[in-house]
């Protein structure tokens, strides 16, 4: 699976959006990219994934560059609760085992 | 529908004791997998299982044993704790195809 380069740490101001990137240079083209995020040292928990296309859901928005070569992750409206470590990760597919890098620190300030 | 249950969710050992962290899914979900995550760090795999009957190592196996005798189980065990192996410990399911992993909450395991 490709490797995954994210800033170790970002703020963001609550009700701000909050733009997460995620470098994946060597991604091949069939990996996936998926968004974790583990809040408090709680277990991860799944946020979006995609493959080319930009894709939304009721979390969070996904976007791909034309060349799959990094993404952003964006959380619209962030809240205080949206604090946690976020994690990019390629995979060929959901059942690969996932490969966790350090991921970015979001802080989200009121 | 539980999800993913990790029991006990906290537990203290003695150096050269074993144990066994537990680990189900009533999601009937093929893959499975243990995580440990150490202080400030990510991650790191120890084993998976793509099903019953069926493990591979992750990145750090040694210490570490397991078995998936059933869809729903997938215990992990250490065969004589070290301290290096103080750890939070996750154990993660996913179904088939592009789909996301569920986690349970994590043992918080502390070797003296």
């Known amino acids: 699976d490709a490797k995954t380069t994210q800033p170790t740490s970002m703020d963001c101001a609550e009700g701000r959006a909050a733009n997460l990137p995620c470098n994946h240079s060597?991604?091949?083209?069939?990996?996936?990219v998926y968004w974790y995020r583990q809040i408090h040292s709680q277990g991860p928990q799944y946020i979006i994934h995609?493959?080319?296309n930009n894709e939304t859901n009721e979390m969070a928005s996904l976007i791909i560059t034309e060349d799959r070569k990094s993404s952003t992750l964006i959380l619209p409206h962030a809240t205080l609760r949206d604090t946690a470590v976020y994690y990019c990760i390629a995979v060929h597919s959901g059942n690969t085992p996932l490969v966790f890098g350090k991921g970015t620190r979001l802080s989200v300030i009121a | 529908n539980a999800g993913v249950t990790q029991t006990p969710k906290f537990q203290v050992l003695k150096t050269g004791q074993s144990m066994t962290l537990q680990c189900a899914q009533d999601?009937?979900?093929?893959?499975m997998s243990w995580y440990r995550q150490d202080p400030g760090m990510g991650l790191r795999l120890i084993h998976y299982s793509v099903g019953a009957g069926i493990t591979d190592q992750g990145e750090v196996p040694n210490g570490y044993n397991v078995s998936r005798s059933t869809t729903e189980d997938f215990p992990l065990r250490l065969l004589s704790a070290a301290p290096s192996q103080t750890s939070v410990y996750f154990c993660?399911?996913?179904?088939?195809?592009?789909?996301?992993?569920?986690f349970g909450q994590g043992t918080r395991l502390t070797v003296v």
């Open positions: 993660a399911s996913s179904g088939e195809g592009t789909t996301e992993a569920f």
């Open positions: 060597t991604i091949s083209g069939n990996e996936y």
């Open positions: 999601m009937n979900h093929e893959y």
């Open positions: 995609g493959l080319k």
